[in-house]
Structure formats: C-alpha cells, structure tokens
C-alpha cells in the first residue's frame, strides 16, 4: 500500500511506514512548498497513494468526489514526534485492515 503523508505530520512518519512493509513518502519530497490541497489530492490519486493527513480539506474532498484517493484523517492535538508514532503504531494495523476492506475515510482520533 501506498501512503503520502501530509505537511502537517513529521516525515518521520513516511519513514516510519516504509520500515513496516509499505510505501510511503512526505508531501515535501513530491510537492513544492505551500503546494494547494488540491495538487496534493491529485498528486495521490495518479499514484493510487492513501493521504494521511490532519487537514479537514481532504475530509471534505473525500465527501465529494467518491473517485478520488482515500484518506487517513488524524484528529489528534499537537504532540511530540515519539508519542505520535507510538499512537500511530498502535492504530497501523486496524487502519491497514480497513483500507483492505475498502474504506475509503478513516478517522482516527
């Protein structure tokens, strides 16, 4: 599975994805700085890449347009980049199973 993880995340996390199986990279590596959500959102569709972001914008585009890519929406606060991917190693494998099953919003918080 692909994953493209969003500005607002540290990418840690990418890196942290990579090392357990899946492909994953920061918007900052793909995307020029301050790139629109929008360019985001198409960027993963042409790549079939899940975002995982904190932005509310990709939960609405989701909503709206059933063809685009899934998303990973992180509803947590501010935290450490330790805590972060703790909380998310705990989470990966339900957010795995769910993206197997086809869900195409998944929030967590």
């Known amino acids: ?7 607002q995340l540290p990418p840690a ?13 920061h918007v900052r590596d793909v995307a020029s700085e301050g790139a629109s ?7 993963a569709g042409s790549i079939n890449a899940v975002i995982v972001s904190k932005d509310d914008d990709f939960f ?3 909503s709206i347009e059933p063809d685009g890519p899934s998303v990973v929406w992180v509803r947590t606060g501010n935290t450490r980049k330790q805590k972060l991917l703790e909380w998310f190693e705990a ?5 795995i199973s769910a ?3 086809g869900e195409r919003l998944i929030e967590i918080n």
């Open 1 to 7: 599975m692909h994953f493209l993880i969003d500005a």
């Open 13 to 25: 996390l990418a890196y942290w994805i990579n090392d357990h199986g899946h492909t994953s990279e």
């Open 37 to 43: 959500d929008r360019r985001i959102w198409e960027y």
């Open 60 to 62: 609405v585009l989701r």
């Open 91 to 95: 989470l990966f494998p339900s957010i």
């Open 99 to 101: 993206l197997e099953r």
